[in-house]
């Protein structure tokens, strides 16, 4: 089982590991982005990404979307020798479709993480997974709200860490790396990433340290 942070509400019993005390507005924000990302029914959006691959360095543009009782689909778009390659997962399986030519792009790491995974599995620990930090970061005139998840059992730069950062008061997956070992592997932005929610959801109570029952997340 995973352990670290519990918070309930907007009161945080103890501040999480990484944060300073300055931080601690970011870390009740942190807890409502992870109750709304547990109460989400769906998203979509256009993903810019680069994934670097040994000595490969790969530019694409996904499509993405997921239902909360359907499947999560990622079709590129961009460029063309890509285009069509399409992603279908579930939770029972992972599906990888292609007209033309096959595509073998390899993998982020040792887990076997592909780069068009990527994105429903940062996702996935936003709202299960173990969130080590949340800060705020300035980039010119913007403010973000800055998460890293990382599994709890490895220290600080090992392993496999995802980092996001998120539109402060609309929650809004803006920008995201993949890093391993402490090397960045997988960087994305999107514009226009949205969000469905259940109507009347409360999210007053949220983890920051596995799922919402409160056990171990991905």
Known sequence: MRRGLACVGLVCAVLLTGCHKEDAGAQQQGVLLRGQYQAMTGWQGTFQV????????YDFVLEGSWTQDGETVLTVMDPEWMAGVTARMTQEESVLEYDGAGMTLGTLNGDGLSPIAAIPTMLDEVSQGYIAQCSWE???ERTYLELLCRDPEEEPGEGTEYVMWFEPDTFQLC???VQVAGTTVLTLTSDDFTMEMKDNESTDHANLDGDS???SGT
Do not use: K
């Open 213 to 215: 029952s409160g056990q």
């Open 138 to 140: 300035q980039e010119g």
């Open 50 to 57: 680069t994934a670097h691959l040994g000595q490969q360095v």
């Open 175 to 177: 920008m995201g790396q």
